[in-house]
Every structure is written in structure tokens, then in C-alpha cells.
């Protein structure tokens, strides 16, 4: 566990992929000003904008990682994380296209047969095509080992049954990896005889259903599959390999700067607030929050040259979102402690409405994605402790 050894030195972004920050950042600036988008907190699962993730995909900023025999431009994984980086300081919509690139596409090049990579990897690139994932389920959590959806096999592939909750942008998406039992327990293991199935969305026998934020804001869901049937060869991997996929996806989906960037743009304010009028009590605060936020971006970076190495660190992912998750949650509360409270029937600033949204945000930050408490387990049992 690269967290555990006290020698270890936290890398440093390479100094020649600063002249594609500037680049991205002189693109979004011309797209603010042009009205191309309205930045938001949490834009990588509020900010649904299909168009602006096209004008990334061309731009090239869209699976840049990825083999170009795939649609990539096999770009390294420190461009990639400059890129989002900049997205997601800017507040931009990159909700379409985030969790299918960030961890389906490597899914399916890792894991996939060739018709997958065929049918659904250029078009991802593209971002002409997305997907949900379907994971957690209502009776399970976090744990995963208590998945209950199951499918079965029949003529010509499987027909799936059961329910998925919080499937972000499930209603909007094209298609959904389910991860499901296929067969059973093998001596005892809670983790044997799961698989996952790329299930359209469109099927018969889907229904999804709305699961809204305090704010309004809908891209939770809960995703039901009443026989839903599954041709063969939309088949990950083999039969019972599901537990191994999931792992490395989690690697994925739990370090990168999403995990500790939703509320960058509240954090901005508060930085234009302490400059206009510099109270001591902003500006300590400023300090300890960006010492935080800067470990937490050099532990991701350190993630990160991990999966460029096909590795999968489940356990420093564990520990890179529970730290992260937290960062978020308190930036929102210790900012709401230090600016002066609008009036009900004043007009709101950009800020004020960046602030209200975070604050009815802020409670799912530490359960999407494995709640904390879970996470702290992953991490207790690395270091042999129950």
C-alpha cells in the first residue's frame, strides 16, 4: 500500500503539460464568455450538457488516454488529469460523457470481447454514446458482496431481474453495466458467481424512476429489471469474473479529482472574498482547506501513475475518496461560516446560488461512490485490523 510506506515521495505533475492547462483554460474562458456554459459545484454529475462533451471529443480532450485503434489519442494520464482538472475547477458540464470514460471504457478495453470494443468504444470517444453504472442496490448498500440482482442464463444470452439505486444519469443514458450474480457462493465466498452485463436502457422490461436531490436536481435514479434479456456477447469478460472487474473499476472511480474538486467553485469564492476584504478568519481558513486540497491532489496524482500501470490500488482509492469526500463536505460548511448571510428578498449572486446547491449537496458527498464507513473497513482490513 504506497500510503503505508513513509518513504515514498508524492510525484509532481511533469513540468510540459502546463502549456495544455493554459490551453484549457484559455478554451473555457472563451466558452464562459460566449455563454457556452454556467459553471456549477458538482459538475461531473449535475452539469449534463451532451453538445459540450461533443466539443471536447473534438478537441480531443475525451478519451485521451485511450489506443487510438479505439478512438484515444493516447495522450498520458498526467494530460488527461490536467484537463479535468481545469473542467471541473471551471464548474463545466461534463456529466455525460464522465463515469462511461472514466471507468467504462477502460472496463471494456481491459475486459471486453471485440464486438464490445467495437460497438460501443469509438462512439464513447465520440461522446456519442453514454453509459450509467448500475452497482448498488437498495438492500445492499455499499457492500457489493450483497448485490441481489441476478440473471440468468436462457437462449441467446441472459434475462436480468432486480433493482439498482443511485444510477446517476441512468434516464439519460444510452447504455448501463449491471453488475450481477450469475451464479453462487463458491466455498463460502461471499465475492464468487458475479459478472456484468451491458444492458440497453431502452430494453423492454426497464423501468426507471427519479430519485431528486433537496435542490431539485435529478440524476440519481432507481433502475428495475423485470426479465429484461441480454444478448451473449454483451457478456464482460467471462461468467464469474464480476468481483476482479469491479475492483479495478473502483480504482477508477474513487481517486481521481472529482473525489475533492465538487466544490471548487464555492472555494474560488471564498478566495475573491478574502482578497476584497481580508478577515483573518478567511484567510486562515483558506490555509488550511488548500493544504488539504493540495495533499489530496498529490495523493491522486500518486493514484494515478498506479493505473497507468494497469495496478489496481483499491485500498489507496479507498482512502483518497474518504479523505476527499470530507474535504468537500467541510469546505461547504466552514465556507457557509464565513460569509454574511443574504437577505431572503435580496437578488442572489452567482455565488449565493453555487453556495445554496452545494449545502443541499453536501449530505450525499460521503455516500456516492461507498460511504465512508464502508471505505474505512476496506482500509482497516489492509492494515489487519477488524
Known sequence: MIFQDPGFELPELPADVEALRSEARAFLDDELKAGGFEPVCNAWMDGYAPEFSRKLARR???????????????????????????????????????????????LFMRYGNDSIKDL??????????????GMSEPDAGSDLAQVRTRARRCEGGWVINGRKIWSSGAHRADYMVVFCRTGTDADGDRRAGFSQLIVDLKAP?????????????????????????????RLIGKPGEGWSQVVSELGYERSGPERFMSTFPVLIGLVRMAAADCDSRRVVA?????????????????LLTLLA???????????????????????????????PTRRADGPASEFDVLLAKCLLAAPAFTLRGGTNEILRNVIARSLGLR
Open 120 to 133: 460501443f468504444l469509438h462512439r464513447m470517444a465520440r461522446a456519442e454514446l453514454f453509459f450509467a453504472i
Open 205 to 233: 422490461g426497464i423501468t426507471i424512476r427519479p430519485i431528486y436531490m433537496m435542490s431539485g436536481a435529478h440524476h440519481f435514479n432507481e433502475t428495475i429489471f423485470d426479465d429484461v434479456f441480454v444478448p451473449e456477447d
Open 60 to 106: 480531443g480532450w475525451i478519451a485521451m488516454t485511450w489506443p487510438k485503434q479505439y478512438g484515444g489519442h493516447e495522450r498520458s494520464a498526467f494530460e488527461n488529469f490536467v484537463v479535468n482538472e481545469e473542467l471541473l475547477a471551471a464548474g463545466a458540464p461534463v456529466a455525460a460523457h464522465w463515469a462511461g470514460v472514466r471507468q467504462t471504457g477502460p
Open 286 to 302: 483558506l490555509g488550511q482547506l488548500t493544504a488539504r486540497l493540495w495533499t489530496l491532489r498529490r495523493m491522486s496524482i500518486a
Open 309 to 339: 500501470k494497469g495496478q489496481s490500488p483499491e485500498v489507496e482509492a479507498a482512502l483518497v475518496k474518504d479523505l476527499g469526500t470530507c474535504f468537500e463536505r467541510d469546505t461547504v460548511e466552514i465556507v457557509r461560516g464565513l460569509v
